[in-house]
């Protein structure tokens, strides 16, 4: 086996990192029943700093195993709401006291600038708290009809929740997932992306201390098409929710197609920001340039096409170019950093490739490369492209990195025609002061999630998800819970029995 290559003498590394990161089974960090790893590296020199466990079938079964037996035997989805909320609670507790130290490993693991990291620990620990208020808030349906019957329904957890999740913000969106499958009962196996698979090592600690009982939380890392293959094609997994790359999820729709799971699909995008001539421009370049370059450009919701109406098409670009040539691009662990380093060097490679095809599509203003400072691992400047054509391909497709095409439009039905103009419907933005079109440009456009005005900024009661190629189902507050429950319609007879009578006993007269 080759040596772990981090260059321990060239860069901040975190206290007390592991080597070697496990599976977690019927909780215990277990190795694969067959010893396999894969390097796990880092993204500022891409060193490789650990070995994870990779999981192949028979990982998977054994914590499909576990997850089943905790929902069939163990106490879990037996306890009252209040009671798993509590526990939910002290999670959030937890997650929260150690914001510095989660932000600080995912931060070194995923490329994500520190300050950013540590925002997504909070809105971690936001998501157990959030979801721990909801279920003994959580009421159902009941109706009636007078005299005659009764409705109500009993919402049941599924059973075990198969939770495949990206390397973007792994830990938060880990917990997406995670506090509505627990809340509501169920017991979980959670796959996450081999690209990150530290922080989410972390959810085992974390959830025995807060009282987990045994077996609710398994973890199994792996590859994509090796542990999360095994994981869709369960047969024991009735429920997958996943979040990755549209293509992904074309393969997991169809590969879990035999066993008809219930599916939940956040998937790619490519959201349009439409900025119109009435906007406040002073906020629509900050809210843009936010929208596209923070978190490194790898955001699903990140505004990665900004149609400008033409009056002000010049100035938004001088602007725009100004403030993005001066985005602070630095290491990940600094606290003054904006853009840290993309998170592996195969998707290093997607992006710089993507770059050199918009150097033959649009008008480079920005960027264009590595920056000068840090012109290794996998740092990218951030990149900006004007001019853009709809039919060019960074128009059209989701490039995942800080990198940005603009384009000019003339009328409101333009500026629709063309936010549409893509595969992909999740998120739109629109900066207008004019609150006709502020609504009726937000109802035109085909995106699961519209902001007027405004970053994305997401009230946790919201529905979240995608139309088109980005996604199918929505989640978010009520229709999380929706997802991970069964909503079994019990109907009661009031009155007499109103039954049509078949095969009933003659009368006397029919008789004759
Ligand atoms: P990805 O699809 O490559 O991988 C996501 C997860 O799926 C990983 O854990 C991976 O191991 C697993 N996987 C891969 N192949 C699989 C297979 N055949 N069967 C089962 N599991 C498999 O995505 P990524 O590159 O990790 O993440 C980036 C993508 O995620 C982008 O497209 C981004 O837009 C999307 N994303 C969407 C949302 C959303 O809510 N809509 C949020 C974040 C990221």
Redesign the pocket.
């Known amino acids: 086996m080759a040596e772990l290559t981090l260059p321990l003498d060239r860069q901040y590394i975190p206290a007390d990192l592991p080597k070697r990161i496990r599976h977690y089974i019927d909780s215990s960090f277990v190795d694969s029943l067959d010893g396999d790893t894969f390097d796990v590296l880092e993204p500022v020199f891409n060193g490789v700093y650990a070995r994870a466990a990779a999981g192949k079938s028979a990982d998977v079964d054994r914590a499909v195993d576990s997850a089943k037996r905790a929902f069939s035997d163990g106490p879990w989805p037996r306890l009252l709401p209040r009671e798993r909320s509590r526990v939910l609670h002290r999670i959030a507790d937890i997650v929260e006291s150690r914001d510095a130290r989660l932000a600080e490993l995912e931060s070194f693991d995923s490329g994500l600038p520190i300050s950013q990291a540590l925002g997504q620990a909070r809105r971690a620990a936001e998501n157990f708290r959030f979801f721990a208020d909801l279920i003994v808030a959580q009421t159902d349906d009941t109706s009636k009809v007078p005299g005659r019957q009764v409705n109500y329904v009993n919402r049941k957890p599924i059973g075990v929740a198969g939770l495949?999740?990206?390397?973007?913000t792994p830990f938060m969106?880990e917990s997406w997932k995670l506090a509505p499958a627990l809340a509501t009962g169920n017991t979980v196996v959670l796959?996450?992306?081999?690209?990150t698979p530290l922080s989410a090592s972390l959810w085992a600690g974390i959830f025995e201390e807060a009282g987990l009982p045994p077996g609710v939380f398994n973890l199994v890392n792996g590859?994509?098409?090796e542990a999360?293959?095994a994981?869709?094609k369960h047969p024991d997994v009735p429920l997958i929710s996943?979040?990755?790359?549209?293509r992904?999820?074309q393969?997991?729709f169809a590969?879990a197609a035999p066993y008809l799971k219930g599916l939940s699909m956040?998937?790619?995008?490519k959201s349009p920001a439409i900025v119109f001539d009435d906007a406040d421009l002073d906020a629509a370049v900050d809210a843009t340039i936010f929208g596209v370059f923070s978190l490194n450009g790898e955001r699903?919701t990140a505004g990665s096409r900004i149609l400008v109406q033409r009056g002000i098409y010049d100035e938004f670009v001088e602007r725009y170019a100004a403030q993005a040539e001066r985005i602070v691009v630095g290491y990940p662990h600094d606290p003054s950093t904006e853009v840290g380093a993309l998170v592996h060097p195969e998707h290093f490679a997607k992006v710089m490739e993507y770059i050199e095809v918009g150097k033959t599509e649009g008008r480079l203003v920005v960027g264009g490369g590595q920056p000068e400072r840090f012109a290794f691992g996998n740092f990218v400047a951030p990149t900006v492209f004007t001019d853009v054509a709809p039919d060019a391909r960074i128009f059209q497709e989701?490039i995942?990195g800080p990198v940005v095409a603009i384009t000019p439009f003339d009328s409101d039905a333009e500026a629709v025609t063309l936010a549409n103009d893509t595969r992909y419907g999740?998120a739109a933005y629109v900066w207008t002061n004019d609150l006709k079109r502020a609504h009726n440009v937000a109802h035109a456009i085909e995106a699961g999630m519209v902001w007027l005005n405004s970053n994305n900024v997401r009230d946790l009661r919201t529905p979240?998800?995608?139309v088109k190629a980005?996604?199918l189902g929505h989640e978010g507050g009520y229709r999380s819970i929706d997802f991970y429950t069964d909503q079994q319609a019990v109907h009661i007879t009031l009155g007499a029995v109103h039954n049509p009578s078949f095969g009933k006993v003659p009368d006397a007269r029919s008789e004759k």
């Open positions: 495949i999740t990206p390397w973007n969106l796959k996450p992306a081999e690209f590859l994509g098409e999360g293959d994981l869709v996943f979040t990755g790359e549209s992904t999820g393969l997991i590969n956040e998937l790619g995008g699903c989701e995942f999740l979240f998800g995608g980005s996604g």
